[in-house]
């Protein structure tokens, strides 16, 4: 059940685009810090940290738009005074190699790192931030920017409520819009518009028991949700299991990757769409990135866990991929890390080398949320892989939530924060290239209106 409020909020989100005064810029990058469940132990927290670009079930953060030669990112960021949530949106220029400053688009008057933007660029090249809300207590926005390729100024196109946004443009149809509703748990939803601006009825995807979390990811015509369930009665930390649907046909049809077709709403654990059952090993379920080979064959990347805590009582957390060979679901390790909510990205390139940008080492707090940003790669889809190099090392904080733009560049590959995990910190952004022989640091305070990122020397 969707609370009234909310369906009224969807339904009629009170206007459509209206001009605004030019939003405000910023002096330089800084991101959101953001805690969550205290534990009580030398850990702290169930997790914590940089959260700019969390969570994990909500993209994209970061597009490559070729026609203008820019990648375009949003991620929460905060003012110099006060950890308050301030959606920022600011671009990369390949051929300069400089970062404006960037964009405040709102505040979100909260520190909950849930309530992040995501990103999307329409065939006309507008740049769309989808401003997420954690659950009903705060407002979601729309916004689209007044020119196309622009971050200069944003009309702001709705006002309603959604969580973990999956704002997905497919060219020539319009917006296949992927979230969360809040009702007696986490229910999956998808929504439709042609132009953004009218919106059709959220329709409801999959609720099973206490809810969902999902990853999606687009190829060609189909995007394909990879979500888990939240058992009865512990719910989220009890994450389990992976299922796995798509649609070609902006959600007339929703499939399974054998083609069945599914009825949905989903609601029982054991359906046509379940490929991985963790539930019936006691293993926890963490989602981390979806992408598709060149046959169009998707990949999911998770970790697994014993328990949802922080710290060495539940060992390292290894990890692995689920990939669809065309008869079946294979299942292949890549590595292990010292935490579950450490988050990672799976690049496959056209030429079949597949890449993980991921925290694998311990950072400088061990134990806790992210750590040393290292980069793999596997020339026989996962079944070997090896490390290619670490991204950072030695530094002061843990870096956290390395994530992947929608047609990623190779100068701007993997998009990420840092922040300390045991108390509240300042936060600073990065980013790599794909052959991971260079990171470079977003400028936390600027004197001109654009500056070429800080190149940190590999040790």
């Not at 979100?108 to 090249?125: E, V």
């Not at 309603?160 to 497919?170: A, D, G, R």
């Not at 189909?222 to 649609?247: C, K, M, W």
């Not at 496959?348 to 134990?367: K, M, R, S, Y």
């Amino acid at each position: 059940m969707i609370p009234a409020l909310v369906w009224l909020l969807l339904l009629f989100p009170g206007g459509g685009a209206h001009g605004a005064p030019p939003p405000a810029r910023d002096d330089g990058y800084r991101g959101i810090w953001y805690y969550n469940q205290p534990s009580e132990d030398a850990y702290r927290y169930k997790y914590s940290g940089g959260f700019a670009t969390y969570p994990q079930q909500m993209l994209p953060f970061a597009f490559y738009a070729a026609k203008a030669g820019k990648t375009f990112f949003c991620y929460g960021g905060r003012s110099r005074e006060k950890n308050e949530l301030l959606h920022m949106v600011s671009y990369y220029d390949h051929a300069t190699g400089q970062v404006p400053r960037p964009t405040i688009l709102l505040n979100k008057k909260t520190d909950d790192a849930h309530d992040n933007p995501t990103i999307m660029l329409d065939d006309d090249g507008f740049v769309w931030i989808f401003s997420a809300s954690h659950g009903t207590a705060r407002p979601s926005f729309i916004h689209r920017s007044r020119q196309p390729y622009s971050v200069e100024a944003f009309d702001r196109i709705r006002e309603t409520n959604f969580s973990y946004p999956h704002p997905w443009w497919v060219p020539g149809r319009g917006f296949l819009f992927l979230h969360t509703l809040y009702g007696t748990g986490r229910g999956l939803f998808w929504a439709l518009s042609e132009d953004g601006v009218r919106w059709g009825e959220p329709q409801p995807l999959a609720h099973i028991e206490m809810g969902d979390y999902q990853i999606t990811w687009r190829c060609g015509s189909r995007l394909a949700s990879v979500f888990d369930y939240h058992p009865n009665p512990v719910g989220l930390n009890q994450r389990s299991n992976i299922y796995y649907l798509e649609t070609s046909d902006q959600g007339k049809t929703w499939k399974t990757i054998q083609g069945e077709t599914l009825s949905l709403p989903l609601a029982s654990p054991s359906n046509p769409a379940r490929v991985y059952d963790s539930f019936s090993g006691r293993q926890l379920v963490y989602l981390k990135d979806l992408n598709f080979d060149a046959a169009g064959r998707p990949v999911i990347l998770f970790l697994t866990a014993s328990g949802y805590e922080s710290g060495p009582r539940h060992g390292m957390r290894p990890w692995y991929t689920l990939r669809w060979t065309g008869r079946e679901w294979e299942r292949r390790p890549f590595a292990a890390s010292d935490h579950n909510y450490d988050h990672g990205s799976l690049y496959i390139e056209e030429d079949g080398l597949w890449q993980i940008v991921a925290p694998t080492d311990p950072g400088p707090q061990p134990w806790t949320t992210g750590g040393e940003m290292v980069l793999w790669s596997s020339r026989d889809q996962g079944a070997h892989w090896g490390r290619v190099r670490p991204l950072t090392r030695g530094s002061r904080f843990n870096h956290t939530y390395a994530r992947r733009p929608v047609h990623a560049h190779p100068d701007f590959y993997a998009f990420w924060a840092d922040g300390d995990t045991l108390a509240p910190s300042e936060s600073r952004l990065y980013f790599t290239n794909r052959a991971g022989d260079g990171v470079w640091r977003l400028p936390e305070r600027m004197s001109a209106e654009f500056q070429k990122p800080e190149r940190l020397p590999l040790k």
